[in-house]
């Protein structure tokens, strides 16, 4: 079995050789035995399930929540001559049926289906009356409900073992910490299930957490000084910011469209289609965006508010550099994000065990953003990964100088409780700095001894302060108080000077400038190669054009970059580069030759 996967692989999808655990998932695919597998985004998890259901008998059927997606994954595999197709409510009735009717003839490799059209009584009848080969369950962090990404559908995906036993069935993921993975097993009934761990890390992309001042100018800064005229995505936490950092970016001359859950279907439908297909567009959205999102070559993630999780912020920031080129992580955030997130906790539907989890999770993206030590090594543990420190993010490459901070944490702290733990953060921070507002006249907070007592310390180090305090367990923000800040028990030990307090030193954000700039994409192209390379893209984008799909559908631009290197002169020497199948020869490779020549 192995000798033919691996023949598939370099016929149709133009690799000479597995990546790590891809030859054995599929192995133990085609033998018929239920999977699991976490693999980090770009890791080519797509293919231990397509290869499997061209190995198998019958049409191999995916799951998938991203009917947005789904044309232009279809009509990439259609590009390498594989028959697949997909059932989602984009289609009129006409072109659904003419998908069933592909389906119960076994004319189809592939079909991927949305769950909510898979759930339907029409569809699992029509399933029951062809030949499966296998069920892919993609996105599977889907089915837990503490998850980022939760969709109810996820859950009665159970429905598949029950009335396929026979069929085997695996489900993917880039994103799943220890409850999340069995919450996966048990809701899927994957009990019996090998499971596939790789190592989740994306060693290409740096992580970069900054305090938020005017986000977004520090976001255009940022963008301006080492991304100008790439793609990248960012991330906001409400609709409006959304649609007025679209507005600002465009303003400013950057290609940006907002996308979002308020628009019409055919606005979020046209900005994805440009996203997806034209260079250096940026796409702001709220989390709604972004999950499966194929493009290679998006260069930047940008967050300019707090994710509520570590796994959120993984699963958004690995739609960066899936080409393994260098890409950025860049997290603008602040003590009102923490509120923010706090009051969403707070305000939830959820039960009380709900609510537990959802503050454990912010708490871990907190801890993860005060770090003074290696950032990937803390997201890698949260996941159950050891590493070592990665030297590609901000904590490595500038360490940052950490203090002893008892004393302004013991000001801090016992400036809450002289004012009655009844005050956000604002209040505080006026009575520590000695600003004699009306509301510190009016409760007499001026007459504290605490009134005055870190004056020597600018507002903003305070707020720092007040993150940290949160960030290690000392204080919590209590919404059912209006948002006062309140000590926890762990905060006994430090007020009696029992327990030090080590604190990052407060430093104002450097402005960006261009000198900080990383090499782009392009710019790892060798000086000759650069004309040829150049000529790939604009032939490519051509014939992207004509065939009604995203550029990197044609070619990855690492497919590209190798052909200008390489410089093949015969078929035969092009059929050599990584990403040349026997189909894309036959379709492209003379008017590749043609233009090397």
Known sequence: MTATALSLLNSVFGYPAFRGQQAEVIAHCVGGGDALMLSPTGSGKSLCYQLPAMLRDGVGVVVSPLIALMQDQVAALAELGIKAAFLNSTLSASEAGAVERQVRNGELDLLYVAPERLLTERCLQLLASAKLALFAIDEAHCVSQWGHDFRPEYIQLSVLHERFPDVPRIALTATADRLTRAEIIARLQLEQARVFVSSIDRPNIRYRVVEKGNARKQLLGFIRAEHEGAAGIVYCLSRKKVE????????????????????????????????????GVVIVATIAFGMGIDKPDVRFVAHLDLPKSIEGYYQETGRAGRDGQPADAWLAYGLQDVVQLRRMIDQSDGGEEYRKVQVSKLDAMLGLCEASDCRRVRMLAYFGEASTPCGNCDTCLTPPQTMDGTIPMQQLLSCIVRT?????????????TGHDTDKVLHWRHHDLRTFGIGKDRSVPEWRAIIRQGIALGLLVVDHDAYGALKLTPAARAVLKGEQRVPLREYHKAEKATRTTRRASSDELVAGDDVALFERLREWRKRAAADHGVPAYVIFHDASLKEIARRRPETLAALREVPGVGERKLEAYGREIIALVE
């Open 244 to 279: 007025e950092t679209a507005e600002f970016l465009r303003d400013e001359g950057i290609a940006a469209y907002a996308y979002h859950a308020g628009m019409s279907a055919e606005a979020r439908a046209k900005h994805q289609r440009r996203f997806q297909r034209e260079d």
């Open 420 to 432: 009655g733990q009844r005050f956000g953060a604002v209040h505080v921070m006026d009575v520590l």
